[in-house]
């Protein structure tokens, strides 16, 4: 019979970083009482899997391991695991390494961590060129609101800040400006018998003991963005309709953005969140992508949110586990898993093992022998 993640899904903290406090004054925003979005500039360090300073290390205690080791980010792992959704194109770069390693990466310089807007809507957007409103342009402005709002609800007082043991892993001495506050944790999960998935995962915030609960409460904060109403097939003015008509405000993103607001579900699970908060930011004006403001805040727990979008989280573990086995199986080498740009198919493809990368990393593979050049399906 079919197994059930569960019997395999549990998870041991392996490491933590990073700090963060949430604002709880921003629970009170609404469309009369809006806030203005700031523009915080923070370094957001996005990080792929076989740059983390941390996952070597992690690595090496699995190097004698008699089990097959998978080692990814949540935003990889929450891609694969809701692809079903996905219209879009994005791709993933594996790479199988000795018996028993698989790492799973983003490509260097790729669209991957930008966030589509209305991906999934009956009308997409279409406009082209540098138009404010065409898909590239949307996606910019949805992932700069996103960032400057996932800073902007903390709290501002280092007192109130939670610390996360260690610090940031990925501050380089070197940079200048404040880099963003995130906080990661390094989990383990066992995918089945043999095989265990080690992934970075993100947390936004943290709610302080207190009220029902003597322990720490992790948050992950995300916006939905309104871009123009009148644009928007079945839209409806948030101003307008935020405060008395939430729910249906809701059911039109989650057409609208199914594939977004299922990835931050199955992040949110993936990093053991105990809440899911989604602020609403909109254009102050249609006509202009550079001023926003917060006209409300929403929260769920997880996995009552995937059971309201109809994300089955059993389902989503089996995916990955097709989809892992599937690369596992592959001998040592470098392969991209493509979602094909026009039909409801993923397809993996045999690459040069310097393919991707950029050219700092290339000057060091020189002398190898790059005796595999061509590229295969799979």
């Known amino acids: ?150 800073q902007q609800v903390l709290k501002k007082d280092d007192s109130a800040v939670h610390k996360f043991g260690d610090v940031n892993p990925f501050v380089d001495e070197d940079e200048h400006g404040e880099v963003a506050s995130v906080g990661y944790r390094y989990r383990k999960f066992q995918l089945s018998e043999n095989v265990q998935l080690i992934a970075r995962c993100e947390l936004d915030a943290v709610l302080p003991p207190g009220g029902s609960t003597d322990e720490v409460q992790y948050m ?12 928007i097939f079945g839209g409806s003015d948030w101003r307008h309709k935020l405060d008395a008509q939430r729910g249906a405000v809701l059911a039109t993103e989650l057409k609208n953005n199914s594939f977004k607001l299922a990835k931050w579900t199955m992040s949110a699970i993936l990093a053991g969140s105990h809440f899911l908060k989604f602020g609403y930011v909109s254009r102050i004006h249609p006509r202009n992508s550079t001023k926003h403001a917060i006209l409300g805040m929403q929260q769920y727990r997880p996995r009552d949110f995937a059971l309201q979008i109809n994300l089955d989280v059993n389902n989503a573990w089996g995916i990955l586990r097709v989809v892992v086995d599937l690369l596992l199986k592959l001998t040592a080498g470098k392969y991209v898993v493509l979602k094909d740009p026009n039909k409801a198919v993923i397809r993996i493809y045999n690459v040069p093992k310097n393919e991707f990368e950029s050219e700092e990393d290339a000057s060091d593979d020189e002398e190898e022998d790059a005796s595999d050049d061509d590229k295969s399906d799979s």
């Not at 992950?220 to 644009?231: C, F, H, R, T, Y």
Request: hydrophobic share 35%.
């Open 220 to 231: 992950s904060i995300k916006a939905l963005n309104e871009w123009d109403p009148q644009v």
């Open 1 to 150: 019979g079919r197994e059930s993640w569960m019997k395999f899904g549990y998870f041991v903290v392996r490491r933590k970083y990073g700090t963060m406090g949430y604002d709880k004054s921003y629970d009170r925003v609404n469309t009369r009482n809006e806030r203005p979005l700031l523009g915080i500039n923070r370094i957001f360090h996005k990080v792929t899997t076989s740059d983390d300073p941390v996952i070597p290390e992690l690595s090496h205690e699995y190097k004698d391991s008699e089990d097959m080791i998978v080692f990814a980010t949540d935003a990889i792992l929450s891609t694969l695991m809701t692809c079903t959704r996905s219209i879009y194109s994005w791709d993933i770069v594996a790479q199988r390494v000795g018996k028993n390693f698989l790492f799973l990466d983003k490509r260097d310089k790729s669209q991957f961590d930008l966030m589509t807007v209305n991906e999934t809507a009956v009308e997409p957007p279409q406009d082209e060129g540098n138009s404010m409103n065409s898909p590239p342009n949307l996606a910019l402005e949805a992932t700069f609101i996103n960032q400057n709002f996932s």
